[in-house]
């Protein structure tokens, strides 16, 4: 199907807003400007209404009354999922990793506020087994798992529309593929000649979608993914390969090639949605001199990449910058990013006055 003929359904608020980062750009003698996708609106908004467009008007095409997708307790993609669900009519399955929490905090309480069903894996009989079990047995638990959840809204004669985790599919990548035409024009009016894009690495829709979209509408800027987490050669291999079909599905003529690519793995700090301190600095960091909300599980793993990858001369001085903002903040209201921040933020420097 030609991208220009893949019909979508807006369900977010575009075009989103650029701007440069006026602080941020003095203080690092650089100019950086910073894409608005954490403004799309609805509950929260982020990057993912962009893939939701395309994903969506495909579930009402094919008579489907369910939503169902997959993801990490504080999935992003998840909490977005619901919310279009919830506004045009439809249920909302997500099938998460992992036994439930003891409590809901960020995005599972808003899961939940907009009606999602949760459907969680208890993977803890075979936790301490090897990488190796572990990843069959997790593939067994997903399987049983997903079959019985379709089963469920089949026998409610509900029709389920699969949404892979992240909305990386094919169709989905399409809404980053049109976000990056829609930048180019954008920095036209702007009369701001780009060189370099920077978003997250993850499920690698956005990144994916842009790296194509760039090269089909010739936007002059490269994108740079700055991975959220570590990706081994086979792992990065079957990105390429999704970032491949995605090409092929959408018409797009382009030649992909990984070597053409710039992805950085050096930002992830401990792991995948683990608190660590770094990205926390540069979290407060935007928040300090921009006001602008970043998440300490994507976007702000993505900012240090941009600022550590401009301080070391990897990005040529001189050069025109920009954050993609993909979304996130309610992440912070985790338990963990909560628990982690209380220390830094919290602690004991609170002044108090009493009569
Ligand atoms: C806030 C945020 N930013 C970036 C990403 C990464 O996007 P993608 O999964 O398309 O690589 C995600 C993915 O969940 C996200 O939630």
Same mark, same amino acid.
Request: aromatic residues 10%; neutral net charge.
């Given at each position: 199907?030609?991208?220009?003929?893949?019909?979508?359904?807006?369900?977010?608020?575009?075009?989103?807003?650029?701007?440069?980062?006026?602080?941020?750009?003095?203080?690092?003698?650089?100019?950086?400007?910073?894409?608005?996708?954490?403004?799309?609106?609805?509950?929260?908004?982020?990057?993912?209404?962009?893939?939701?467009?395309?994903?969506?008007?495909?579930?009402?095409?094919?008579?489907?009354?369910?939503?169902?997708?997959?993801?990490?307790?504080?999935?992003?993609?998840?909490?977005?999922?619901?919310?279009?669900?919830?506004?045009?009519?439809?249920?909302?399955?997500?099938?998460?990793?992992?036994?439930?929490?003891?409590?809901?905090?960020?995005?599972?309480?808003?899961?939940?506020?907009?009606?999602?069903?949760?459907?969680?894996?208890?993977?803890? *009989?075979? /936790? !301490? %087994?090897?990488?190796?079990?572990? @990843?069959?047995? $997790?593939?067994?638990?997903?399987?049983?798992?997903?079959?019985?959840?379709?089963?469920?809204?089949?026998?409610?004669?509900?029709?389920?529309?699969?949404?892979?985790?992240?909305?990386?599919?094919?169709?989905?990548?399409?809404?980053?593929?049109?976000?990056?035409?829609?930048?180019?024009?954008?920095?036209?009016?702007?009369?701001?000649?780009?060189?370099?894009?920077?978003?997250?690495?993850?499920?690698?829709?956005?990144?994916?979608?842009?790296?194509?979209?760039?090269?089909?509408?010739?936007?002059?800027?490269?994108?740079?993914?700055?991975?959220? *987490?570590? /990706? !081994? %050669?086979?792992?990065?291999?079957? @990105?390429?390969? $999704?970032?491949?079909?995605?090409?092929?599905?959408?018409?797009?003529?382009?030649?992909?090639?990984?070597?053409?690519?710039?992805?950085?793995?050096?930002?992830?700090?401990?792991?995948?949605?683990?608190?660590?301190?770094?990205?926390?600095?540069?979290?407060?960091?935007?928040?300090?001199?921009?006001?602008?909300?970043?998440?300490?599980?994507?976007?702000?793993?993505?900012?240090?990449?941009?600022?550590?990858?401009?301080?070391?001369?990897?990005?040529?001085?001189?050069?025109?910058?920009?954050?993609?903002?993909?979304?996130?903040?309610?992440?912070?209201?985790?338990?963990?990013?909560?628990?982690?921040?209380?220390?830094?933020?919290?602690?004991?420097?609170?002044?108090?006055?009493?009569?």
């Amino acid at each position: 199907m030609k991208i220009e003929n893949l019909e979508k359904i807006n369900t977010g608020f575009l075009n989103t807003p650029i701007h440069k980062l006026e602080n941020i750009s003095k203080k690092y003698n650089t100019n950086i400007y910073i894409k608005r996708d954490d403004l799309t609106g609805f509950a929260f908004g982020g990057n993912k209404l962009r893939k939701l467009d395309y994903l969506l008007k495909d579930a009402l095409n094919n008579g489907c009354s369910v939503l169902l997708t997959y993801g990490g307790p504080q999935t992003n993609h998840g909490r977005l999922t619901a919310a279009v669900a919830a506004r045009f009519g439809l249920k909302c399955g997500i099938i998460m990793d992992g036994p439930a929490p003891k409590k809901a905090s960020g995005n599972l309480i808003l899961d939940k506020m907009m009606g999602a069903d949760l459907y969680f894996m208890d993977d803890s *009989s075979f /936790k !301490n %087994e090897s990488k190796e079990v572990y @990843k069959q047995r $997790y593939a067994e638990l997903l399987e049983k798992t997903t079959n019985e959840v379709l089963r469920y809204y089949q026998n409610m004669g509900d029709k389920v529309y699969n949404i892979p985790v992240g909305g990386s599919s094919p169709v989905g990548a399409a809404g980053y593929v049109m976000a990056a035409k829609e930048i180019k024009d954008q920095l036209e009016e702007m009369n701001v000649k780009m060189d370099y894009v920077f978003t997250g690495f993850g499920s690698v829709g956005t990144f994916g979608g842009m790296y194509l979209g760039s090269k089909y509408f010739n936007t002059g800027f490269k994108t740079i993914g700055i991975s959220v *987490s570590h /990706k !081994n %050669e086979a792992e990065l291999q079957e @990105k390429v390969d $999704y970032i491949k079909q995605t090409n092929e599905f959408l018409q797009l003529n382009v030649d992909v090639k990984l070597s053409d690519m710039w992805i950085e793995d050096g930002f992830v700090g401990i792991s995948y949605n683990v608190p660590d301190e770094l990205t926390r600095k540069y979290v407060y960091m935007m928040a300090r001199e921009e006001a602008i909300i970043l998440d300490p599980c994507y976007t702000g793993k993505t900012f240090r990449g941009m600022i550590e990858m401009i301080e070391s001369g990897k990005i040529p001085k001189g050069s025109n910058v920009m954050l993609l903002h993909t979304g996130g903040a309610p992440g912070i209201f985790s338990e963990s990013h909560s628990e982690a921040m209380q220390e830094e933020l919290w602690g004991e420097s609170q002044k108090e006055f009493k009569l």
